[in-house]
């Protein structure tokens, strides 16, 4: 249970770091995303998993982190990934988590990194590895997330390196 909080906490720091930066009207982002601009697509997907300036609701989030994904947009991947890890308006499916964080990570999304690092450590929907996770927490950490940083030098004491 410990370790499904961990991934659900350090989830919801890798939805915070989503760019919403932007100053657009729920209308501009909408119009924006349907000409493909998959980072207005995954601010949308954004607002609407925390109900920011519309109703929450996870299933249009989840739509739209696809189509960011979809698009070329990594963080939209990981944030993809974040919600199958923990069934957000889809079905939980550790293995698609994976597949999605690997995905981000893969794309440089320091976030995607620090997911398949939480999966590799805990054996969620690939065999767990800890060597595999410290190198993806050192990824995440060279991309510049703290919390990639953090999590390589817990998992690198408790391994005695």
């Not at 954004?46 to 109900?51: D, I, L, T």
């Not at 995607?112 to 595999?132: D, K, P």
């Amino acid at each position: 249970m410990k370790q499904l909080i961990m991934v659900i906490t350090a989830g919801l720091v890798l939805l915070s770091n989503v760019a919403i930066a932007k100053e657009l009207s729920i209308n501009e982002l909408q119009e924006r995303c349907n000409k493909n601009h998959t980072s207005d697509c995954g601010a949308l997907a954004h607002k609407y998993f925390f109900g920011i300036g519309v109703k929450q609701d996870k299933f249009r989030s989840v739509e739209l982190y696809r189509k960011a994904c979809d698009g070329g947009g990594a963080s939209g991947c990981s944030n993809l990934g974040l919600m199958y890890a923990n069934g957000e308006g889809v079905k939980q499916d550790k293995f698609k988590a994976v597949e999605l964080y690997r995905k981000g990570c893969d794309a440089d999304d320091a976030a995607g990194c620090v997911g398949l690092g939480l999966m590799y450590a805990n054996g969620y929907g690939i065999r767990q590895s800890n060597q595999i996770a410290l190198a993806m927490y050192g990824k995440a950490c060279d991309l510049k997330e703290q919390l990639g940083c953090e999590l390589y030098a817990k998992l690198k004491q408790q391994m005695g390196l």
